[in-house]
């Protein structure tokens, strides 16, 4: 039963996770607009760009300025809490003042030292005193805090709106102190979402009693107000969920309650009864009100009902049939039945209790059968929950979250599935919270975020989601996440970075599956772009960088020890190992590139032999970490080390193969051995073997000895050979890894041109047109780079080109037309060490004005457009964020008509993610007859320019062939410009 409980909601999950890609693509990554939120109070939201200014208090308040002096807490204050402040909140002052160094704490007037007012009418003439903004309408959880001085003395005061604003406003105190100094600012703050926070909702062992405990700790000090408990694995509030609880369990709940009550932190209980149940029934409804009573008594606060597994055919009594029939109507009336006794009972028994119920249909978009009845016959006190559109939905925005209201009619509860990993356990989901517009939250009677199993992990992503919660139109998920980051850390530096390596290759997740590996990319990427330049010295620093990279990842593992109490690394303990193989992995990678680099064969050799049952253990891990850039990095490293090595080339023998026999006599430079060494250490020189040529005509012919290392490369002086071989020198039997021979008689290197053909103004400025050289030579290979330019044609290349060996390197090819050449197609031929290839230069005559689709009279119009929200007008309107889109399908078109005819010379693209990789730019006159002005076949995205020679074009189109994605095409902008008339 459980299992099969289990595995339907998994099955539901992978379906709805399908169905959160496909909606997530039809929308802008990380678009969302800021509406201004009805009803909010008055108030400035912090300038993000102030931070460096003003100490960093998370959440991010809605407002707080750096204003006054700081106050200094020395070794005495007096500390003058209101009567009816909230002794938690006067508590933690008390051990925040004791921590920073103050030794006696005087609790009346006038006492010593700084004054710390805590509520009541000193705090109110405090604040008035020090400026600070009036209350107005600051809402529920809201305070006002200032620091300064009043009448001659060090004051730091504080008021809170409702029963925690104080609370809220100590947190935000506890990180204004540094030191034993006290920040001169003035602050006020609310809560953008009246209730927010977490579920405990996976699949998987529940949290256990401590990390409940400092879930909640961690909630306190986030602002967060709601704790959903609802394990997935949980029985009593499933398939037992008329059973109390067992009293180990009542009490580890009560002092749950107890901890949240201190935390400020309302505690939720979620109960499924429906597989269960029979829904008409008076005794089992009164089972369940009982069971909720029962879990009042323990300290929830607020209720859930959950029916997202229910079957619209099946009932579980035959009164239930009777009763209300079948199908979604009939299922929602059930629902809406039970759920309006719970909130009678509620009423009744314990006003004040919230009650929400989880529909069946969750997750969908718009009106259903369902929906329509449950929103019908819903008490009108109950909340409806839902997770966006979509069980994980990539985004959510404030139109689908006034939709789901719509068609609920009643307040919502937004339960985000992230980061919960219960589908994809291979999984840590440890980046921000990103692509859930403002609208979401403010829009949301309650915002709860789905956590992981690992719940110390969890802290991360839930940070981040807290504070977007507390404001989310002050939210920035990169910030935010550095500071949740050093939140988890505690303050060691150390940890800290570690945590920045664990965090950052596990930061993907469907809300932003490009996030892996940030930090890390742009170091990765530096180190191949400086292996192809003949900078040693900008090479070296980017070995060393990324390498240092490297070896935090290795140590992760022993730095992350001490995390929150140690509770981190058992939970987290595949995904840490995994971190620390790709970070040992990672170094030996570099260790090896740099060793070829620097012509040392044998030091390369050994961390190849030391990288490979590295590679063997990532591959077999259960953990994704890094995914889709921590592998291939060492893939690449390995293969960029065959090429080195020569162990990639066609005529090297494979593993195991001592002898390499060739079909023809050849010349050969020299020969390369790669050999492991015996039981893993490096045999002695005598018993290591040699290296031999068989020379047609005359036998086996010794080059030298195998080194003890594994690693000869022995020069064969142009000799003509038709075999080289491997022998042993009477020890064991060296294991052939990679037997290399170079040949003389090929081309010293390799030579590609990165594009064929390139687009050059007549009278413009050089064009970029690179080519690509490999060295076919066991060492670097010099040479001219040629180029036969045709009259009308200036192509720039450097005197004397280094390919160094086993590196593509490119090589800067720079083309010129000068004024007066005539437009059309020249053919430049280019070559290298005896190897040709033909460039084609397409000259075109200048362009310039203004872009002809912005004139007035322009209109866009296309063969189909993929909603109402990506008109085709929307690449003509000189917004960046809007975009035009079309349905799937291959053959789309988009097109404009301009204000006048006209002879086009560019037309440049900006496509976002769903762009084409070969199109057609067509021109008509009148909007009839077509023409093709210029054909893409290798379109890239992003913003591609495309020249032509276009008389007379009134219209302008782009004509896809090809998609790149399985989705239709989108384009931000489309832009057109005029050929510049005698300027050829
Ligand atoms: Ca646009």
């Not at 760009?49 to 407002?63: E, G, H, I, M």
């Not at 809201?142 to 004051?155: F, K, P």
Request: charged share 25%; with cysteine; aromatic share 6%.
């Amino acid at each position: 039963m459980r299992l099969g409980a289990r595995r339907r909601t998994a099955a539901a999950v992978a379906v709805a996770v399908i169905g959160g890609l496909l909606g997530g693509a039809g929308t802008a990554h990380g678009a969302t607009a800021q509406p201004q939120e009805p009803g909010s109070p008055a108030g400035t939201a912090q300038d993000p760009k102030d931070t460096a200014a003003t100490p960093s208090v998370w959440p991010r308040p809605q407002s707080l300025r750096a204003r006054g002096e700081a106050v200094r807490l020395g070794d005495e204050v007096t500390l003058v809490a209101d009567p009816s402040a909230d002794p938690y909140a006067v508590e933690l002052v008390e051990e925040l003042l004791r921590e920073s160094g103050v030794r006696t704490l005087h609790t009346r007037l006038p006492g010593r030292g700084p004054v710390v007012h805590l509520g009541g009418g000193d705090a109110l003439s405090a604040l008035r005193a020090l400026r600070a903004p009036e209350r107005t309408d600051l809402p529920s959880g809201g305070y006002r805090l200032a620091v300064g001085r009043v009448a001659d003395r060090d004051t730091v005061a504080l008021d809170g709106v409702g029963e925690d604003g104080l609370f809220h406003g100590v947190q935000t105190l506890r990180q204004l102190v540094d030191g034993g100094t006290v920040a001169g600012v003035v602050v006020r703050d609310w809560p953008g979402t009246a209730v927010r926070g977490t579920t405990e909702g996976f699949y998987g062992r529940p949290w256990d009693r401590e990390q409940r405990l400092a879930q909640l700790d961690f909630m306190g000090r986030t602002k967060q107000n709601r704790y959903l408990y609802a394990p997935g694995d949980d029985p009593f509030r499933q398939t037992r969920w008329r059973d109390p609880y067992p009293a180990a369990q009542r009490a580890e709940l009560r002092e749950l309650a107890e901890r949240a009550r201190r935390n400020h932190v309302t505690l939720a209980w979620a109960v499924a009864p429906a597989q269960s149940m029979c829904l008409a029934d008076e005794a089992d409804v009164k089972a369940l009100t009982r069971k909720v009573d029962a879990m009042w008594a323990l300290g929830f606060r607020a209720f859930q009902l959950q029916f997202q597994d229910v079957s619209y055919s099946e009932w579980h009594c035959s009164k239930d049939a009777d009763t209300f029939g079948s199908g979604p109507r009939a299922a929602a009336e059930a629902h809406a039945r039970v759920a309006g006794e719970v909130a009678r009972h509620l009423a009744e028994r314990h006003p004040g209790a919230e009650l929400s119920v989880m529909p069946t249909e969750f997750y969908q978009e718009g009106t259903t059968d369902y929906r329509r009845a449950l929103a019908d016959r819903l008490d009108g006190t109950v909340r409806v929950a839902w997770t966006g559109v979509g069980v994980v939905p990539r985004t959510i925005t404030g139109r689908e979250l006034a939709g789901a209201r719509d068609a609920f009619g009643h307040p919502l509860v937004t339960m985000d599935n992230y980061p919960v990993n219960d589908y994809a356990q291979d999984r840590l989901f440890l980046g921000p919270y990103t692509g859930r517009e403002p609208a979401v939250a403010t829009g949301s009677a309650a915002l709860l975020a789905n956590a992981m199993e690992q719940a110390t992990a969890s802290r991360v992503p839930l940070f981040t989601a807290a504070d977007y919660a507390w404001n989310p139109k002050g939210y920035r998920p990169e910030q935010s996440w550095q500071a949740a980051l050093d939140d988890l850390a505690g303050g060691d530096a150390g940890a800290r970075e570690a945590l920045r390596a664990l965090a950052g290759n596990d930061a993907s997740s469907i809300l932003d599956p490009d996030d892996e590996s940030a930090y890390l990319r742009p170091l990765l990427d530096e180190f191949w772009r400086s292996r192809t330049t003949a900078d040693t010295g900008a090479r070296d620093r980017a070995a060393a960088a990324l390498r240092a990279a490297f070896t935090v990842m290795r140590r992760a593992p022993e730095r992350l020890a001490g995390t929150a109490d140690g509770r981190l690394v058992p939970e987290v303990r595949p995904w840490l190992d995994q971190l620390a193989r790709y970070g040992k992995a990672g170094e030996l990678a570099v260790d090896m590139l740099q060793a070829q680099g620097r012509g040392d064969g044998e030091a390369a050799w050994r961390a190849s032999l030391a990288l490979e049952p590295l590679r063997t253990d990532v591959a077999a891990s259960r953990a994704t970490v890094g995914k889709g850039v921590l592998t291939p990095f060492l893939d690449r490293a390995v293969k960029e080390s065959r090429a080195w090595t020569g162990a990639d080339q066609a005529s090297a023998g494979r593993p195991g193969q001592d002898v390499v026999r060739l079909a023809r006599p050849r010349p050969l430079t020299a020969v390369t051995a790669m050999t492991a060494p015996a039981n893993g250490s490096p045999r002695s020189a005598e018993s290591a073997g040699r290296l031999e040529v068989h020379v047609p005509g005359e036998g086996w012919r010794r080059l030298g000895p195998l080194s003890a290392g594994g690693w000869t490369q022995a020069d064969a002086a142009g000799l003509r050979v038709d075999a080289v071989r491997v022998t042993t020198g009477g020890g064991d039997s060296p294991a052939v890894r990679s037997l290399v021979p170079w040949f003389a008689d090929e081309p010293a290197a390799g030579l590609d041109l990165v594009r064929e053909t390139t687009s050059a103004e007549i009278g413009g400025g050089p064009q970029r047109a690179d080519v690509r050289l490999t060295a076919q030579r066991p060492g670097e290979v010099r040479g001219t780079l040629t180029a036969k330019a045709p009259a009308g044609i200036k192509v720039t290349v450097p005197k004397q080109t280094t390919v160094p060996r086993g590196v593509r390197t490119t090589v800067p090819v720079e083309v010129t037309v000068p004024k007066d050449t005539p437009a059309g197609e020249y053919r430049v031929p280019l070559s290298f060490a005896g190897q040709e290839r033909t460039l084609t230069v397409r000259a075109f005559p200048p362009t310039g004005g203004g872009d002809l689709t912005r004139e007035a009279g322009a209109t866009a119009s296309s063969s189909g457009d993929e909603t109402t929200d990506f008109p085709a007008a929307a690449a003509i309107d000189g917004d960046t964020g809007t975009r035009w889109s079309s349905p799937a399908g291959p053959s789309a078109w988009w097109q404009v008509e301009l204000a006048r005819p006209a002879r086009v010379g560019q037309v440049t693209l900006h496509w976002q993610d769903a762009y084409a990789t070969r199109y057609r730019i067509q021109v008509s006159a009148d909007g009839k007859v077509w023409r093709t002005a210029a054909t893409v076949t290798d379109g890239r995205g992003g913003r591609e320019s495309v020249r032509m020679d276009a008389q007379g074009a009134r219209f302008v189109r782009v004509q896809g062939d090809e998609r790149a994605t399985e989705f239709g095409y989108s384009l931000f902008s489309v832009e057109a410009y005029a050929v510049v008339e005698g300027g050829e």
